[in-house]
């Protein structure tokens, strides 16, 4: 069961407040990549979609299936592998050439800061995309606004792709949310 505050709507563009955990399950993911998908189809028609790795490729895969573009993505992270060994992001993979001359929109989970947007639109103006928007699932109110987001909020989110993580053959609850989620 999906953990949502009362009165969460996903339409709308505010959610939980600071200090709350907003526990996504797969069904909800999939109803804000839908919502978010509709959102960009009424202002722009985007021929390829840019995920941006690692996990702005799940929505980015998705967002690119239900408008029917072709899809890509371009790793720029502070991390390697499970570390962060970088206090700003860096862009670690170029931007695909197939956005040569095309329209491109640039995806990812979560948005706070923007460096990761920034970096990731620099880079797709250096391969020479006619024209570029971003999206987010969720954007930070105080922070960076991408053109299209879902979801507007200040909760520490708790992603089903991340809310359990493999360890020594067994998933685990990811200890960044012990204590938000029952075993």
């Given at each position: 069961?999906?953990?949502?505050?009362?009165?969460?709507?996903?339409?709308?563009?505010?959610?939980?407040?600071?200090?709350?955990?907003?526990?996504l399950e797969w069904e909800m993911f999939g109803e804000l990549c839908r919502a978010l998908a509709l959102r960009v189809a009424r202002d722009y028609q985007p021929d390829i979609v840019v995920g941006i790795a690692r996990a702005g490729v799940i929505p980015g895969a998705v967002i690119a299936?239900?408008?029917?573009?072709?899809?890509?993505?371009?790793?720029?992270?502070?991390?390697?592998?499970?570390?962060?060994?970088?206090?700003?992001?860096?862009?670690?993979?170029?931007?695909?050439?197939?956005?040569?001359?095309?329209?491109?929109?640039?995806?990812?989970?979560?948005?706070?800061?923007?460096?990761?947007?920034?970096?990731?639109?620099?880079?797709?103006?250096?391969?020479?995309?006619?024209?570029?928007?971003?999206?987010?699932?969720?954007?930070?109110?105080?922070?960076?606004?991408?053109?299209?987001?879902?979801?507007?909020?200040?909760?520490?989110?708790?992603?089903?792709?991340?809310?359990?993580?493999?360890?020594?053959?067994?998933?685990?609850?990811?200890?960044?949310?012990?204590?938000?989620?029952?075993?």
């Amino acid at each position: 069961m999906t953990s949502m505050p009362p009165g969460f709507n996903p339409l709308e563009p505010t959610g939980p407040t600071p200090g709350e955990f907003l526990e996504l399950e797969w069904e909800m993911f999939g109803e804000l990549c839908r919502a978010l998908a509709l959102r960009v189809a009424r202002d722009y028609q985007p021929d390829i979609v840019v995920g941006i790795a690692r996990a702005g490729v799940i929505p980015g895969a998705v967002i690119a299936s239900i408008l029917q573009c072709d899809f890509h993505s371009m790793l720029i992270s502070r991390k390697a592998g499970a570390e962060v060994v970088r206090d700003r992001p860096a862009v670690l993979s170029a931007a695909p050439s197939d956005a040569m001359d095309r329209r491109v929109l640039l995806v990812d989970e979560i948005t706070t800061t923007g460096d990761t947007f920034r970096l990731g639109l620099a880079a797709v103006r250096d391969a020479h995309a006619a024209e570029i928007r971003t999206a987010a699932m969720f954007a930070r109110p105080r922070g960076y606004t991408p053109d299209f987001f879902a979801l507007q909020t200040d909760a520490t989110l708790i992603f089903p792709w991340d809310r359990k993580l493999m360890d020594h053959g067994d998933f685990q609850v990811n200890p960044r949310y012990r204590g938000a989620l029952e075993e």
